[in-house]
């Protein structure tokens, strides 16, 4: 059971290897680092559903969301949120958080249900979307197993 600092390692490793792979799509140094840090929390979105420091980090994230969705007057996406930010509590450590077809699954959804809002950045968010998994994957092998990581 690695630590953060050692999930954070694992992602940053992933996304070297991620990053090589699609090389040829990469035209920023922007992008290099929105791609790392995306990696990055997800090699941390796993822990979600027990006190840690991606627990805490996803929460003020989340926490900044809402406010700038309220703003913006979005209360049904609010609301949604909302209920979304129960499950990881009331959820059992490396239950349905470390399951690979629940986190994609999650993590594509999302993705769609973002690009829905913006359009214009469907791309992009998929990028994103790639290396945030590409870092879960990272935290399931470190936690799990290469086998165990992927058994549904």
Do not use: N
Not at 12 to 39: D, K, P, Q
Not at 76 to 104: D, N, Q, T, Y
Not at 109 to 137: H, N, Q, R, W
């Amino acid at each position: 059971m690695p630590g953060y600092k050692a999930h954070l390692a694992g992602g940053a490793v992933a996304y070297g290897l991620t990053l090589y792979l699609l090389r040829g799509y990469c035209s920023s140094v922007f992008l290099t680092v929105e791609w790392l840090f995306f990696a990055l929390a997800g090699s941390l979105f796993p822990d979600i559903d027990t006190k840690s420091k991606g627990q805490t980090f996803f929460y003020r994230i989340l926490f900044i969301v809402l406010i700038l969705l309220a703003l913006q007057r979005k209360f049904f996406s609010v609301g949604v949120l909302s209920v979304f930010a129960i499950v990881p509590i009331i959820s059992r450590h490396r239950g349905l958080f470390h399951k690979f077809w629940f986190v994609v699954g999650v993590s594509l959804v999302g993705a769609i249900a973002v690009s829905l809002y913006v359009p214009e950045y469907c791309k992009i968010i998929m990028f994103d979307t790639l290396f945030f998994i590409v870092g879960i994957v990272s935290h399931l092998i470190l936690d799990l197993g290469f086998r165990r990581a992927f058994k549904v």
